[in-house]
């Protein structure tokens, strides 16, 4: 059963950084694209990033373009959400997610999140 635990949030300052983790177990970590969702509060979670399997090619939602960067370490099972330039709306919980089979476009399986918080 693959499991997925985030770690590394926390308060911040606007303009400041954070970078999340997420490890991965259950099945081999670099068969399959990653992504990065967030959901703040009252509001419906969304896509902040995805990196293929490889970790050579990634994209970003529009909002966190320039600011954010995903990379993953497939010797370590882990991937990673380097957050720069934080802003009080990035402020949420943060999941990894991963697909359930090779090539597959939808997210089956989720952490338990990491919340994000950015003062003003």
């Known amino acids: 059963q693959v499991h997925l635990v985030e770690s590394g949030g926390g308060l911040v300052q606007a303009g400041g950084s954070l970078r999340l983790s997420c490890a991965a177990s259950?099945?081999?970590?670099?068969?399959?694209?990653m992504g990065w969702f967030r959901q703040a509060p009252g509001k419906e979670r969304e896509f902040v990033a995805e990196i293929s399997e490889s970790g050579m090619t990634t994209r970003y939602a529009d909002s966190v373009k320039g600011r954010f960067t995903s990379s993953r370490d497939n010797t370590k099972d882990t991937l990673y959400l380097q957050m720069n330039n934080l802003k009080p709306e990035d402020t949420a919980t943060y999941y990894c997610?991963?697909?359930?089979?090779?090539?597959?476009?939808?997210?089956?399986?989720w952490g338990r999140g990491t919340q994000v918080t950015v003062s003003s």
């Open positions: 259950g099945r081999t970590f670099s068969n399959y694209v």
């Open positions: 997610a991963a697909p359930p089979t090779i090539a597959s476009s939808k997210w089956t399986y």
